[in-house]
């Protein structure tokens, strides 16, 4: 038999290489291993000389005159509201800016009957801003002699003569109920009323007083005629509905009705009676 060709066959070898670095047990210790990122006693010390310096800043410009306020800026309010927000913040004028105690401070402007609502900001280094969303004048309310001003949202805002703003819609109350300035109305009707005549906007300077009895909100015309609008909604609508009809009511009107905009009635005598028939009508 022929014989077989033979190949010659490599053999792999595998070796293995000793390592140079094995990992001891000391290395793998949580210890040592904190130990690589725990801060050096010279960057301990760095840190806190940093720290003093500032805390010992901080404290200089809190109780120095670095910072004092000698400017405080009202913005969003009138005048008459910027006066009266200088007035009560006049002690912290000379104050720092750094140490001021800006809860207790808005707490002293929003006590004011003028204002809704206040924010602040440090402007550095020495005014103190304040922004006001002041209250809206809405009505005046009368009580026998007394006169209090009112606003959009039923606040007594302050004390008036009887004969001031006489461009103002009148609110009249019972003589035993109290007013205090700075309070909502308590009487019954009347915040619903200062509500009304401050939704009213420019058209209020045509009513003379306004009156909410039953459940039904009247104004009473400077003209004499008397604009029932029913319930105390929509008043903003009822309102323009009423702007475009005025002048084209038949002469000697004496009452017109919006409660419902879309069906405005108008008519002769009082209107207390119509008042009645419309409220079953459909």
Same mark, same amino acid.
């Given at each position: 038999m022929p014989g077989r060709a033979r190949f010659p066959r490599s053999i792999a070898r595998v070796e293995s290489i000793p390592l140079q670095w094995r990992?001891?047990?000391?290395? $793998?210790?949580p210890r040592g291993w904190l130990a690589c990122f725990a801060p050096t006693r010279r960057s301990l010390a760095l840190g806190l000389g940093i720290l003093a310096f500032a805390l010992g800043g901080y404290l200089i410009a809190r109780e120095s005159s670095l910072f004092a306020?000698?400017?405080?800026?009202?913005?969003?309010?009138?005048?008459? @509201?910027?006066?009266?927000i200088h007035g009560v913040l006049a002690p912290l004028v000379g104050k720092p800016l750094v140490g001021l105690d800006g809860a207790a401070m808005l707490r002293t402007v929003d006590a004011l009957p003028s204002v809704?609502?206040?924010?602040?900001?440090?402007?550095f280094p020495h005014t103190l801003r304040i922004t006001v969303v002041p209250e809206?004048? $809405? $009505?005046?309310?009368?009580?026998?002699?007394?006169?209090?001003? &009112?606003?959009t949202r039923g606040r007594v805002m302050e004390r008036l003569p009887a004969?001031?703003?006489?461009n103002l819609p009148r609110i009249w109350i019972a003589t035993h109920t109290p007013v205090r300035t700075g309070a909502e109305l308590t009487a019954a009707g009347a915040a619903t009323a200062a509500h009304a005549a401050g939704?009213?906007?420019?058209?209020?300077?045509?009513?003379?007083? @306004?009156?909410?009895? %039953?459940?039904?909100?009247?104004?009473?015309?400077?003209?004499?005629?008397?604009l029932?609008?029913?319930?105390?909604?929509?008043?903003?609508?009822?309102? $323009? &509905?009423?702007?475009?009809?005025?002048?084209?009511?038949?002469?000697?009107?004496?009452?017109?009705? @919006? %409660?419902?905009?879309?069906?405005? &009635?108008?008519?002769?005598?009082?209107?207390?009676?119509?008042?009645?028939?419309? %409220?079953?009508?459909?």
């Amino acid at each position: 038999m022929p014989g077989r060709a033979r190949f010659p066959r490599s053999i792999a070898r595998v070796e293995s290489i000793p390592l140079q670095w094995r990992p001891s047990l000391r290395a $793998a210790h949580p210890r040592g291993w904190l130990a690589c990122f725990a801060p050096t006693r010279r960057s301990l010390a760095l840190g806190l000389g940093i720290l003093a310096f500032a805390l010992g800043g901080y404290l200089i410009a809190r109780e120095s005159s670095l910072f004092a306020i000698d400017r405080i800026e009202v913005r969003g309010g009138s005048p008459r @509201v910027a006066r009266q927000i200088h007035g009560v913040l006049a002690p912290l004028v000379g104050k720092p800016l750094v140490g001021l105690d800006g809860a207790a401070m808005l707490r002293t402007v929003d006590a004011l009957p003028s204002v809704v609502s206040a924010t602040y900001d440090r402007d550095f280094p020495h005014t103190l801003r304040i922004t006001v969303v002041p209250e809206r004048a $809405a $009505a005046v309310l009368r009580r026998g002699p007394g006169s209090w001003l &009112v606003s959009t949202r039923g606040r007594v805002m302050e004390r008036l003569p009887a004969t001031a703003l006489p461009n103002l819609p009148r609110i009249w109350i019972a003589t035993h109920t109290p007013v205090r300035t700075g309070a909502e109305l308590t009487a019954a009707g009347a915040a619903t009323a200062a509500h009304a005549a401050g939704l009213a906007g420019a058209f209020g300077a045509r009513v003379a007083s @306004v009156s909410y009895t %039953s459940g039904s909100l009247v104004f009473h015309l400077r003209s004499g005629l008397e604009l029932l609008l029913g319930a105390g909604a929509d008043i903003k609508l009822k309102v $323009a &509905v009423a702007s475009r009809l005025l002048a084209m009511l038949p002469a000697g009107s004496t009452y017109l009705d @919006v %409660s419902i905009p879309g069906r405005p &009635v108008s008519g002769y005598g009082s209107p207390l009676t119509w008042t009645h028939r419309s %409220s079953s009508r459909g």
